[in-house]
C-alpha cells in the first residue's frame, strides 16, 4: 500500500508577522500545506481587526493555494524557561489561567469552524502518572470541557505529546472524552518524536507503539538529549539529533498511515533552510 501522507509546516515555526510573510515563507520551504496557529487570528478578532484578521487570513492563504490542515491553541501564562517552570504553569493545569483559557478556547473554536478545519492541537500540560491522583481527574475534566467546546463547532482536538510516558496516554484520553467529543472522536494525540527526548520521557519508537491508535497527526522535529536529569535537552535540525527515523517512518507506515505529517521547528536562525532539510527526509521516507 503507497504511503502518502500530507506534508505541512507549523505556521509558529516560520515566526511570520503577517499572512502573506506566512505564505512567502511556506513556498520557500517547498510546501503548500500548513497548521495554523490560532492565537493571533483570536487575539485580531478581540482587538476587532489586524494583519490577522479571519477573512484576510483565508482570502491570503487562499489566493496562495496553502491549505491549512489543522490549527494549534496556546494556553495563558505558560513558562517554557525550564522543565520546572513548564511543569507548573503548562496546559489546562493552573487554576489561576483555566477561565481565561476555557473562554479562549470557545473563540478559537468558532474560528476553526469558519476555516474549515476539522482538528486542533494544544498541550494539556503535565499529566500526573497516578490515576489516583486527584489532579490527574481535574486536568482530565478541564481537557474534556475544551474537548467538547470543539465539537460543538464539528472540530476534534489533539493532545500534544511529550511531557509524560507514552504508558500513561491511553488512560488520560479515555477520561478525557466528555459528552460531546465522542462525536469527533476526541481527543486524539499529536505525537512529538521529539518532545519525548526534550522533556526526557521516553524512547519515540517505543513510546508511538503504545500509542499508534490514538494518533491523528505528527510533528517532525529531533532533538538531542540532556546530559543531566531534570533539564531541557537540545531541539535539532531534523535528522541531526538522536529520533531514529527509518524506524519511526516504519511504524508510522504500519500503525499510523492516517496521520499527518507536520514540520516543527522551534529553535535556530535558519528556519526556512531547516524545515527544507525536513522536508527532503520526510519525502525520502514517504511516497510524495
Request: hydrophobic share 45%; charged share 20%; glycine share 10%.
Amino acid at each position: 500500500m503507497t504511503y502518502s501522507p500530507r506534508i505541512a509546516v507549523c505556521s509558529w515555526s516560520l515566526q511570520p508577522t503577517t499572512p502573506e510573510g506566512l505564505v512567502s515563507s511556506v513556498r520557500a520551504c517547498g510546501l503548500t500545506a500548513v497548521q495554523l496557529a490560532l492565537d493571533p487570528l483570536r487575539e485580531a478578532s478581540e482587538r476587532g481587526g489586524g494583519a490577522w484578521g479571519l477573512e484576510r487570513v483565508k482570502a491570503v492563504l487562499a489566493d496562495a493555494g496553502i491549505s491549512v490542515i489543522s490549527g494549534m491553541i496556546g494556553a495563558v501564562g505558560e513558562d517554557y524557561s525550564t522543565l520546572s517552570s513548564i511543569r507548573q504553569t503548562g496546559g489546562v493545569r493552573p487554576d489561576r489561567h483555566w477561565q481565561q483559557n476555557i473562554h479562549n478556547a470557545r473563540v478559537s473554536a468558532a474560528i476553526a469552524e469558519r476555516l474549515g478545519l476539522s482538528l486542533v492541537t494544544f498541550h494539556a500540560g503535565f499529566v500526573p502518572h497516578d490515576l489516583g491522583d486527584e489532579e490527574f481527574h481535574v486536568m482530565s475534566a478541564r481537557v474534556a470541557e475544551v474537548g467538547d467546546v470543539f465539537a460543538e463547532r464539528g472540530v476534534a482536538v489533539a493532545l500534544e505529546t511529550g511531557q509524560e510516558p507514552a504508558v500513561v496516554l491511553p488512560e488520560f484520553v479515555e477520561a478525557s472524552r466528555g459528552e460531546g467529543c465522542a462525536t469527533v472522536g476526541s481527543p486524539w494525540l499529536n505525537f512529538d518524536p521529539a518532545n519525548m527526548i526534550l522533556y526526557g520521557s521516553g524512547d519515540p519508537v517505543e513510546a508511538v507503539t503504545r500509542v499508534a491508535a490514538l494518533v491523528k497527526q505528527v510533528h517532525i522535529k529531533d532533538a538531542v538529549r540532556s546530559a543531566r536529569g531534570g533539564e531541557w535537552g537540545t531541539e535539532v535540525r531534523v535528522g541531526t539529533g538522536a529520533v531514529d527515523w527509518a524506524a519511526f517512518f516504519a511504524l508510522l507506515r504500519e500503525r499510523c498511515a492516517g496521520a499527518d505529517l507536520v514540520i516543527e521547528r522551534e529553535a535556530g536562525t535558519s528556519r526556512v533552510e531547516d524545515v527544507r532539510a525536513a522536508v527532503d527526509l520526510v519525502r525520502s521516507f514517504v511516497g510524495v
